[in-house]
């Protein structure tokens, strides 16, 4: 594999013809860039060594991802490193994204700055933006939910997309039964940060349901059959024996029964225990002052 480093004036003058692919808050000035036969990089100061190490890692993570699809990739993607994360934020558009994709324009933008530290990583991401644009040249209309959830199954988890997640929303809606209708996360997730986080990993559990009840080869049929033509809706039905609002009741039946009680507490067991000092010492704190107005009460007696 060769690779190349693009010399900054070549670079800019290439990033400007870029600027209708790149996001408008990129700064061409201070970037530099570097290419090999399977990708191009653009990365800020500072980022360097994650330019290289994408460079080394893509060839194998193209491979393997190919592979679990069963489908080709047959661009050469662009990639740019960000190492601010207020820059990125404006990119991005929201304060939990680390990473994301724009098959259109066969892009990806990372965060840098948060991919490169831990739990977060490099190679989870890169696989997680490039199962989206390999998704996408074969199936351009797919549901956002399983587009989601796919590429989080073939990644294997949150932590490389979500910034800043302290709790699970899927257990707070287990609990709760506010589940969000996957009717409803067909053509995007919603803005606010607790319901976005909860689209993420209900449509994450479900994709990991259906290929644990139903097996991978019948997801991989599912999506070639939307691949040759069909919707999701005429795919699903010609693969799974039950109807989406059938399985979705099923998984929603099925999180309930993995998540009680018990596992609430043990999330939730720091805010409980505090809630319950605070009461103690609210109780305790209304004792003394009935007590001293008894105290005042048998005074005036006397």
């Given at each position: 594999m060769i690779i190349k480093k693009i010399l900054p004036k070549t670079l800019?003058?290439?990033?400007?013809?870029?600027?209708?692919?790149?996001?408008?808050?990129?700064?061409?000035?201070?970037?530099?860039?570097?290419?090999?036969?399977?990708?191009?990089?653009?990365?800020?100061?500072?980022?360097?060594?994650?330019?290289?190490?994408?460079?080394?890692?893509?060839?194998?993570?193209?491979?393997?991802?190919?592979?679990?699809?069963?489908?080709?990739y047959s661009q050469k993607p662009l990639i740019v490193l960000i190492n601010d994360r207020e820059r990125?934020?404006?990119?991005?558009?929201?304060?939990?994204?680390?990473?994301?994709?724009?098959?259109?324009k066969n892009l990806i933008v990372m965060d840098y700055s948060i991919v490169s530290t831990r739990p977060f990583s490099l190679e989870t991401t890169l696989i997680h933006e490039f199962c989206h644009l390999l998704l996408h040249e074969h199936i351009p209309n797919i549901p956002t939910w399983l587009d989601e959830g796919l590429c989080q199954w073939a990644s294997g988890g949150l932590d490389e997309i979500i910034y800043n997640r302290r709790q699970s929303a899927l257990n707070r809606a287990s609990a709760s039964g506010q589940f969000i209708p996957f009717e409803n996360l067909?053509?995007?997730?919603?803005?606010?940060?607790?319901?976005?986080?909860?689209a993420y990993e209900q449509s994450k559990s479900f994709v990991t349901y259906m290929v644990r009840e139903f097996g991978q080869e019948k997801l991989l049929d599912y999506l070639d059959r939307m691949a040759h033509g069909n919707t999701a809706h005429e795919a699903f039905h010609q693969v799974?024996?039950?109807?989406?609002?059938?399985?979705?009741?099923?998984?929603?039946?099925?999180?309930?029964?993995?998540y009680n009680w018990f596992t609430y507490f043990s999330n939730h067991v720091h805010e409980i225990l505090f809630v319950a000092g605070a009461l103690l010492t609210v109780i305790a704190f209304l004792k003394v002052i009935i007590k001293k107005r008894r105290y005042k009460d048998d005074d005036f007696e006397e």
């Open positions: 800019t003058i290439l990033f400007l013809t870029l600027l209708c692919v790149l996001p408008q808050h990129a700064d061409a000035e201070t970037m530099r860039g570097m290419e090999s036969s399977y990708v191009t990089i653009f990365y800020e100061p500072g980022a360097a060594p994650g330019a290289e190490k994408v460079i080394n890692i893509y060839p194998e993570i193209r491979t393997k991802t190919q592979a679990l699809f069963g489908k080709i990125f934020i404006q990119m991005a558009g929201h304060p939990i994204t680390v990473a994301y994709a724009v098959p259109s067909t053509s995007g997730f919603p803005r606010s940060k607790t319901a976005r986080i909860l799974y024996p039950i109807g989406l609002e059938q399985m979705e009741s099923r998984w929603q039946d099925s999180i309930r029964k993995d």
